[in-house]
């Protein structure tokens, strides 16, 4: 006859195994890694030429050219990836702020309201994330 026992479950398992907790998990990651990749290309311009991106009248506003302004959004974009992963409660708004105003920037330029449309989906999930971090940041508190 063999016997079997089963180990208790602790907090940290528990949490581990939580659906919301794992997608809050996934979401940070995405919104951490992404916008540093992002941000790094801004440099490089291997994914897309990130100039052809910026609205005439923002480029206009801006001091520079639009490359140079593309540097500037790819420091803050690499700011916003790091602030996710360290402090995803500030984090997620960070980067759900940023994705406003990427959103004006492309609703301003013809032919790129499909993407515009991709950003507010991923302002949705930048807002999720700060939703669900405020969220079990404050389970972590003691009581």
């Known amino acids: 006859m063999s016997s079997t ?3 208790p ?33 801004k440099f490089a311009n291997l994914l897309v030429d990130w100039p052809t991106y910026l609205a005439p009248w923002i480029n206009d506003v801006v ?10 959004v790819g420091v803050i974009e690499i700011v916003a990836g790091i602030a996710v992963a360290v402090a ?11 994705l406003a105003g990427i959103i ?7 032919d790129h309201y499909d993407i515009a449309l991709r950003d507010f989906g991923l302002l949705l999930g930048a807002v999720a994330l ?11 508190q003691p009581r």
Do not use: C, K
């Not at 050219?65 to 500037?72: E, G, I, K, P, R």
């Not at 004006?104 to 013809?110: A, G, H, M, Q, R």
């Not at 700060?130 to 972590?140: N, Q």
């Open 5 to 7: 026992t089963n180990a």
């Open 9 to 41: 479950v602790t907090p940290r398992r528990s949490l581990a195994a939580d659906p919301g907790y794992q997608a809050f998990w996934i979401l940070r990651t995405g919104f951490t890694v992404a916008p540093i990749l992002f941000g790094l290309d």
């Open 63 to 72: 001091p520079g050219s639009a490359q140079a302004a593309m540097y500037a």
């Open 88 to 98: 995803p409660r500030f984090g997620g708004w960070l980067v759900a702020g940023w």
């Open 104 to 110: 004006v920037n492309l609703l301003t330029i013809p």
């Open 130 to 140: 700060a939703r669900l971090a405020e969220h079990y940041h404050s389970a972590r």
